[in-house]
């Protein structure tokens, strides 16, 4: 079967996943199974998708800004899953499965050129780096909804606004734990993929590396400043409104560094 | 269906609807004056069942009277009973019949005939009063079944709606808002700040929410110690209280102080303290015991008084909007019960089971050979006939209608009729 077909259905289902997750929203005592099916059906295309797309490149489809968005929304929609079962928090499907939905359906949208990996692309420490690198984004973006969520919930609580979306949101005190779970879990793959990357580069590279290399640690420092911040009284709001910050320069990384400033990160 | 079961289904009642607070105290009961009218009424052939649900807002008695005449039956009784004029009653009392009277019952046990619309505590005394009248030897079939499935009405509409999630209580309103800054509360610690009848309500609210050993402060230290005594909470003394300040993640204030009793440098020095973990203060004073400028402080949530009392405002609009579709349910339910009711009926009940004897026949036969079965269905027939006979015409014969039903309801189980 076509591996966009595959990306199509697991878009579909991920919509499906979407309507069905404010339906909880709306009334929560409906079953929660058939969200977990559709969000689970939904990866299990996508993987497919890209297994499809692997096999024909030879190598983990992250080449293009199209694949390796695909892989981006592939992971980040892995990550609600785990929450799904680790924490049964549904309330945060309907803020979080748009931007599953928008990565998966940029992926598909944007060119894919079906060239071959270059060689030195190969090797499994190269996947490793590109791939925890995807990962740590997934947490980060996670933390960007978790932050949005946070601030909304604080207002209608400073407003004593209680109405539905107040009534449904978790408490403050979870989505800051949430949002610290999220951030250490991107924090420490980054960091992960940095060094795998920086080991790779020294084998490939004849010069230092490059501007993604430098906004890498630009994320790193600024998540790793929230996560001190918020050990120091920063609990809350301002913790919030940093990891939207650190959101921004991931999106500024993942655009605008990889597509103009960064020679060795450019999508080709 | 069967009308005449149904008229004779009939509700004698009293309301804060209808009622004033005057009668209503008259024609209460207590649980022991339950069982003892309940025991009378039967006693007296007055009714064949009963059943009484008496609460501060209602007295109502649900029977089913041996013909339609239950009205007057009852208001002579309880005239007699609690010496009250037969006119007064009349007056202010409310007389429902069959499905009438099936569907206020299922409206009351849902909280939709409360005065607090959706309340919970209802549903409990409902099934309270069945309890009761079970002791009293007052229910059989009809009761049995009438009351049980205004519980499953009344657990449904909770379910399936909202009309009871939205708190009503500025105490339980408060601590939504605790909740939903701290999430569990069990693992919080929460200071009452005054020991009167606002700041009880709320230390007892803070243990039913989880929290475990509020600590209460007082001017008289005797007040704290005796209210933490009888919630399991800590008295601190007045002297104390700045030092319990940024220990306390809710702080409930109710005193008659004039001033505030927690200022604004008093919280920012309480959340440097706490590196900045938030607090939440509920203060429920007029004047106001906490500065309201300490909103302003960095994660210090601040609710006074009329900042809950305009939530409970708008959660009563919000339990309103649910009333549509609990009345849905309770519809349904009321359709179920009547059809269980009509299917009570002596010659409906005999109907289906001559089909049922029927169909045990025909399955019989048609394991016999092709050349037997005319022979043999005579047979069966005549077999089946002479069974059920005489059980049949005894049940027909009952003269007392509630033992009647109950044999009728007998059979519809063993025989398994109500399957179809």
Redesign the interface.
Known sequence: MDSHLLGWFAVALYLGAEAYSILSLVRPRVPALPGHLLVGGGLILQFAELETRARALHSVPYRTIGGSLALFGWMLGLSYLALLFRHRERAVGPFLIPFVILFSVLGLLLPQPGLAARSDTRGALFALHVTFAILAYAAFTFSFVLSLLYLIQKRQLRRVHTGLLFSRLPALDVIARLNRTSVSIGLSVLGVSVVLGAIWAEHVWSRLPDAKFGSAILTLSVYGFLLWKDRRGWVGERVALLSILGFTLIIFSYTVVNLYFSAQHAFR | MSISEEARLALLGFSFRGAGAPVRERVAFTADEIREALTSLVKRGLISEGVIVSTCHRSEIYSLAPDEGARNVLTRFLSEWRGLDQAEIDGSCFYRVGGDAVRHLFRVASGLDSLALGESEVLGQVRQALSLARESGSTRAVMQRLFESAVAAGKRVR??TEIA??PLSVAS?GF??A?????DLSRRSVLVIGAGETGSLFARHAVEAGVREPVIVNRTESRARELAASVGGRAVPWSGLAAAVPLADVVVSATSSPQHVVTRDQVESA??ER????MLFLDLAVPRDIAPDV?EV??V?S?SID?LE??AN??RARRAQEVPVAEKIVDEELENYLAWLSNLSVVPTVTQLRRRMEELRDLELDRAPAAERERLRGLLDAFSARILHEPLRRMKAEPDPARKLDRVEAVRHLFDLDRE
């Open positions: 379910a399936e999630r939205h309103i939504e808002l909740r939903k800054v701290f999430g959340m440097r590196r900045g973990r938030p909103t960095y994660n949530f609710y900042d305009e939530v708008d959660n």
